[in-house]
């Protein structure tokens, strides 16, 4: 549901919120920030379209800062799929042609590392606008493909021409596309039901994540007061620990979180890239 009208403190945290259909996501940003103080900033991490449910993660204050870290972790979708129909946009909003032709067998789920071409209707920007708004113009819009990951593609259920689906997947994929390239298919309902660890399930868009348990995902790495002192101002600091993967990490001291930093060439020393002192 949407989030209600009750005040919000200010702060710096992620709200979870589950989006109905029929609103966009930037609707729930606007309601999340009719209900904090002044000028808060306030963003999201990952689009649901219109038609689409689910989790949808509103950052607050300089939560808006971790976007990027945020957007870049897994999903999970629920599919209802319709076969033997075929639309402009891949969902119920578009221009829908009956085929006819539905499957009566298994069909091939395709996982691994894919490479895709994202629909048409979608929010990326092709030549600086929006290629949905293109589209809408009538003019022809092919975006770039791109390589994405599908970790997990069930079939759940099947009736009549609807099939029902549990999709697992990189950020960037389009569960739109991944449903065309089955057939004369298009996706009837899109819920997103976990993003990372985040599960809908928890969704309460009353109850503020704070920014450290919410980037709890990244290594953390725990500094001295000198050393939360230094990355505060956007100094490197020694790296002190030793980790599997050059990824990024969470710099905290005795009080609490100071930046998210990333490794420096020859990996000895961490370089702040988002400070929150």
Do not use: N
Not at 54 to 79: C, D, I, S, W
Not at 121 to 126: E, N
């Amino acid at each position: 549901m949407l989030p209600d009208s009750s005040p919000l403190a200010p702060g710096d945290y992620v709200l979870a919120v589950d989006k109905p259909a029929g609103v966009t996501s930037h609707d729930v940003v606007v309601a999340v920030r009719r209900r904090l103080p002044g000028r808060t900033r306030v963003g999201h991490a990952g689009t649901l379209d219109p038609f689409a449910t689910g989790l949808l993660l509103v950052l607050v204050g300089r939560a808006t800062r971790t976007q990027r870290f945020l957007m870049a972790l897994p999903k999970r979708y629920e599919v209802a799929a319709r076969f033997g129909a075929t639309s402009t946009t891949g969902d119920p909003e578009g221009e829908i042609v009956q085929t006819g032709r539905v499957p009566d067998a298994d069909l091939p789920l395709p996982t691994g590392r894919l490479t895709q071409r994202p629909p048409a209707y979608s929010a990326l920007k092709v030549g600086g606008r929006r290629a949905y708004q293109l589209a809408r113009e009538g003019t022809p819009v092919r975006p770039p493909a791109r390589e994405v990951e599908v970790y997990r593609f069930d079939e759940r259920w099947r009736r009549g021409d609807r099939r029902g689906f549990a999709i697992e997947c990189s950020s960037g994929t389009y569960v739109r596309s991944l449903i065309a390239e089955l057939g004369d298919a298009y996706c009837e309902t899109l819920r997103r039901t976990a993003i990372g660890r985040f599960d809908v399930a928890a969704a309460d868009p009353s109850a503020p994540i704070a920014l450290g348990d919410a980037l709890d995902f990244l290594p953390e790495v725990r500094l001295d007061a000198d050393g939360g002192r230094r990355a505060g101002h956007g100094q490197t600091v020694a790296r002190g620990t030793t980790f599997d993967d050059d990824r990024t990490v969470r710099l905290t001291d005795l009080h609490g979180l100071v930046a998210l930093a990333e490794p420096m060439p020859g990996g000895e020393a961490l370089r702040p890239v988002v400070g929150f002192r």
